[in-house]
């Protein structure tokens, strides 16, 4: 059943792996467990023998074998149970029965339009075009002091980003009832992999090495950093590609009440991606950077209501592009297109004069009890008094820097400079223009 649900998103099991795995891990199980108990039992032996004065020396040597052979099975114990480990960690999530087939993003579904792309009268410019005119959008600087991909915002560029933020934030945590939260840039495996980006998308991740070689001191402990460094030490950090990852693993190895259900929180974080796999796709403007920032929406719910929570969840990252008047559309991605993790996903994406076509801002997804099987995330079931697994959700209510992008596609002038979408005017001192 699970390899027939797989293969719905094109994933082949390899059931022979699998099944070679589980056969030697119970044959070596079974020998253990029979050489605990041959060992036990001459133990016991051991003892009857000394009462009654007779030699133990060969019931001795019984246990003492034995006792490699244990040590030897659970060696081999524990280097069959990491290969199993990671074999079983690079599964994806099963697609709930709603997903529609397919193989690509040409079979998505669109379910819904809202609003209608503007009609120009005159030559539309593209984002990056239209801030470089303004002398606020600098990509030449950014890859001056980092390199390709990023981006440096000035004057009222920055200032509108940082209100894009600030706007989307007030919004999720006073109409939509989120708690905000501020959680770290870095950090550990543990982490990326309870939220599944770990082992099987590592080179997506920017990894930050601990080596130790830093010779000066610590203010805060007031020790040498290599004394520090020695603490810290083969462990490995990572930037974090989504505030996803800090904020879901607050529920690891923890117990929720059922009824503080649902945990609804929102994170602004920036995220860092090293675009692996995205070719020569989107190099121009601020489309597909190294790192960008976005507002994220966290769920965890307990699993007969997840469903009804992933479409709260999508209504409130569209109410931000309702409220700033940009048109969008809602797509349900096919069992092809969806991420490894999730389990049904669907993508807004909010149009783009430029390129006369949609371009996803938020993608909201469900992962049912995946993410919380691998980070052992549980409430207290009050009807069977059980600790039972939660499902967690996510999405982004949005990516700041794509919906700039649309900001200033769907409200440029002719003249160059941008309108200030109504909502978005109190967080700039009332501005109705830019540039």
């Not at 080179?203 to 610590?218: N, Q, R």
């Not at 601020?286 to 007969?304: C, D, G, N, Y």
């Not at 669907?346 to 076509?357: A, F, G, K, M, R």
Request: glycine residues 6%; aromatic residues 8%; hydrophobic residues 40%.
């Amino acid at each position: 059943e699970v390899a027939a649900q797989l293969a719905r998103r094109g994933y082949v099991l390899d059931v022979a792996t699998f099944e070679r795995l589980e056969a030697k891990r119970k044959t070596l199980q079974s020998e253990t467990e029979a050489l605990q108990a041959a060992r036990n039992k001459a133990s016991k032996e051991i003892g009857f023998a000394k009462s009654k004065g007779e030699d133990a020396t060969p019931l001795f040597e019984q246990v003492e074998n034995a006792k490699a052979q244990l040590a030897s099975n659970e060696t081999a114990l524990a280097a069959l149970q990491t290969e199993f480990d990671d074999f079983l960690a690079r599964l994806p999530n099963i697609p709930h029965s709603s997903v529609p087939d397919g193989k690509s993003e040409a079979d998505n579904v669109e379910l819904r339009r809202v609003g209608q792309p503007r009609r120009f009268d005159f030559p539309i410019k593209d984002h990056a075009d239209l801030g470089e005119a303004l002398g606020q959008m600098d990509f030449a600087a950014a890859a001056k002091i980092t390199g390709a991909r990023f981006v440096v915002l000035r004057r009222d560029l920055a200032r509108m980003h940082r209100a894009l933020t600030q706007f989307m934030l007030d919004v999720h945590t006073q109409e939509h009832g989120y708690e905000e939260l501020y959680v770290p840039y870095i950090v550990n495996a543990d982490s990326l992999r309870g939220t599944g980006q770990l082992p099987k998308f590592r080179e997506d991740l920017f990894e930050i090495k601990t080596d130790g070689s830093a010779d000066v001191v610590d203010i805060y402990t007031n020790k040498a950093a290599s004394e520090v460094a020695a603490v810290r030490k083969g462990v490995n950090y990572f930037l974090i590609p989504t505030a996803e990852v800090p904020v879901t693993n607050l529920l690891r190895d923890e117990v929720q009440e059922q009824a503080a259900l649902p945990r609804q929180w929102v994170a602004h974080t920036p995220c860092f991606r090293s675009e692996a796999g995205s070719g020569g796709r989107d190099i121009k403007g601020m489309i597909r950077q190294h790192q960008f920032e976005k507002v994220e929406l966290v769920w965890a719910t307990e699993p007969s209501k997840s469903y009804a929570a992933h479409e709260a969840l999508v209504g409130h990252a569209e109410a931000i592009l309702k409220k700033l008047e940009l048109p969008y559309r809602v797509v349900v991605l096919c069992t092809g297109d969806i991420g490894a993790g999730a389990a049904k996903t669907y993508d807004i994406e909010v149009w783009l004069p430029s390129q006369n076509t949609y371009r996803e801002i938020s993608s909201c997804s469900n992962f049912e009890d995946f993410q919380a099987r691998r980070m052992l995330a549980r409430y207290k079931s009050a009807e069977t008094k059980k600790n039972e697994l939660l499902h967690t959700l996510n999405g982004s209510g949005l990516a700041v820097g794509r919906t700039l992008v649309a900001v200033l596609e769907n409200y440029q002038r002719a003249d160059g400079r941008i309108d200030v979408p109504t909502a978005l005017q109190p967080y700039l001192g009332g501005a109705t223009t830019i540039g």
